[in-house]
Structure formats: C-alpha cells, structure tokens
C-alpha cells in the first residue's frame, strides 16, 4: 500500500453547493461527465457529496491534499459500494512519482454524511 486517504462530507453542505452554483462554476470542482453522471442518479446530492469526498481522499493518499492538483484532475465514478478514479495532470504526475498503480475505493452513507476511502497500491 502507498496511501490512504479518508473523507467524510455532510450531504446538505454539498446539496447547498450544488444549488448556489451555476453549471460553469461546478465545472471547477466536476468534470462534465462527473456532472453528468451524478445530475442522473437516482440521489444526485449523494452522488456529488461521493465525488468530492473521493477527490479528498485522493489528495490526502497521494500526501499533498489538493495543494498544486485541480479539482478536475481526480474524476470519480461511484458504484453500488465503490468509487472508481481516473487522474490527470499534476494528480496523475505524483501518483506516477508515489508508483501508485491502482485506485481502492468504497464510500458507505449513512443519516445525512457520506464517507470515502481510498487506497493506493
């Protein structure tokens, strides 16, 4: 294992963020086919809570948070019970540099709260 990373995000603050915003300033922090994906799902505000929670676990697994690697180089595909990540960038630069070669990750809920953890191996 090369590192780990956990996130947990209260559902309403991200539902809150999502709502104030508009399409192009999410665009900052989502790749579209993250918007798109998550505006389909059957629970889009926990969908998007999992994508970001997921991106903050990455950062905190690669060791620099997200200091120098944009929201958009992390993109993140929940599953039933686990979350698939694809890197760019600078994000993809210091995995390569960690020698990370592959991504676990899962995400439960639970009342308003989602929780996110990734290993890198």
């Given at each position: 294992?090369?590192?780990?990373?956990?996130?947990i995000?209260?559902?309403p603050r991200?539902?809150?963020?999502i709502?104030r915003?508009?399409?192009e300033?999410?665009s900052?922090?989502?790749v579209?086919?993250?918007?798109?994906?998550?505006?389909a799902?059957?629970?889009?505000?926990?969908?998007?809570?999992?994508?970001?929670?997921?991106?903050?676990a990455v950062?905190?697994a690669?060791?620099?948070g997200?200091?120098?690697?944009?929201?958009n180089?992390?993109?993140?595909?929940?599953?039933?019970?686990?979350?698939?990540?694809?890197?760019?960038?600078?994000a993809s630069?210091?995995?390569k540099?960690l020698?990370?070669?592959?991504?676990l990750?899962?995400w439960c809920?639970?009342?308003?709260?989602?929780?996110?953890r990734?290993?890198?191996?």
């Amino acid at each position: 294992m090369k590192g780990i990373g956990i996130d947990i995000v209260p559902i309403p603050r991200i539902t809150r963020l999502i709502e104030r915003y508009d399409l192009e300033t999410l665009s900052l922090l989502f790749v579209s086919k993250e918007l798109e994906r998550c505006q389909a799902s059957s629970n889009p505000n926990r969908s998007f809570a999992i994508c970001f929670a997921a991106k903050e676990a990455v950062g905190k697994a690669l060791g620099t948070g997200l200091v120098d690697i944009g929201w958009n180089e992390i993109e993140a595909t929940p599953l039933q019970d686990k979350v698939i990540v694809q890197l760019e960038g600078a994000a993809s630069s210091q995995a390569k540099r960690l020698a990370i070669r592959s991504w676990l990750g899962h995400w439960c809920s639970w009342d308003d709260h989602v929780l996110v953890r990734m290993l890198a191996v």
